[in-house]
């Protein structure tokens, strides 16, 4: 109960600090746009209220609050990527797998001209299976670090920029998931002889 009372107490004085948090966390992660960021500050302040309380429990009297709550406003965050990535799910248009076809072409001349465009899209279609089948090793994390890194050809810079990351850490990101591909491959390569 005691944790109970503590949480109350902390959202009722550091609520407008909490909110510019949070509004400064779903317009960092995407979430919301400069129109609508207040929006979903009260939002996300509402979700992370009920699910602390909800667990309010698990909050040690040495912890302080604050941090406890932001903790799980960052665990909302990721949950409502997942969910919008799940949303924007898409299967991929011709358009999208032809990227040199001109924009200008209507649906049925890009129709008309398929055996043209496509002509070597199975060899592209194979290096990419055989490019998935490879990065398939690896976290999710690591293969999109790699394809940003060699196949997109990103130097250091572009990289660390991507990642949001100096470039000394992207550096180490990428040098960390490419021995863990190795790895992978090792292993793979043993289960598959032995």
């Known amino acids: 109960m005691e944790g109970r009372t503590r949480l109350e107490q902390l959202i009722e004085n550091e609520r407008p600090a909490l909110l510019r948090t949070l509004r400064h966390y779903a317009l960092r992660a995407g979430l919301a746009s400069s129109r609508n960021a207040d929006?979903?500050?009260?939002?996300?302040?509402?979700?992370?209220?009920?699910?602390?309380?909800?667990?309010?429990?698990?909050?040690?009297?040495?912890?302080?609050?604050h941090p406890w709550l932001l903790g799980i406003a960052?665990?909302?965050?990721?949950?409502?990527?997942?969910?919008?990535a799940k949303?924007?799910?898409?299967?991929?248009?011709?358009?999208?797998?032809?990227p040199e076809i001109e924009v200008a072409l209507s649906d049925e001349e890009l129709f008309d001209q398929l055996p043209v465009l496509t002509a070597g899209m199975l060899d592209r279609l194979e290096v990419k299976h055989?490019?998935?089948d490879l990065?398939?090793?690896?976290?999710?994390?690591?293969?999109?670090?790699?394809?940003?890194?060699?196949?997109?050809?990103?130097?250091?810079?572009?990289?660390?920029?991507?990642?949001?990351?100096?470039?000394?850490?992207?550096?180490?990101r990428l040098h960390r998931a490419l021995s863990?591909?190795?790895?992978?491959?090792?292993?793979?390569?043993?289960?598959?002889?032995?």
């Open 180 to 194: 863990r591909l190795r790895c992978a491959l090792v292993e793979q390569r043993e289960a598959d002889n032995g």
């Open 39 to 65: 929006e979903m500050a009260e939002e996300m302040l509402n979700e992370v209220v009920f699910e602390a309380f909800r667990t309010a429990e698990r909050l040690k009297p040495d912890v302080h609050p």
């Open 87 to 98: 949303r924007e799910r898409r299967e991929p248009l011709m358009r999208d797998l032809l």
């Open 130 to 132: 055989d490019i998935d």
């Open 135 to 172: 990065l398939a090793c690896v976290s999710r994390s690591d293969g999109d670090l790699l394809r940003l890194a060699f196949f997109h050809d990103l130097n250091r810079e572009a990289l660390a920029k991507a990642l949001n990351l100096s470039p000394s850490a992207a550096r180490m």
């Open 74 to 84: 960052a665990n909302l965050i990721k949950r409502k990527q997942v969910e919008i």
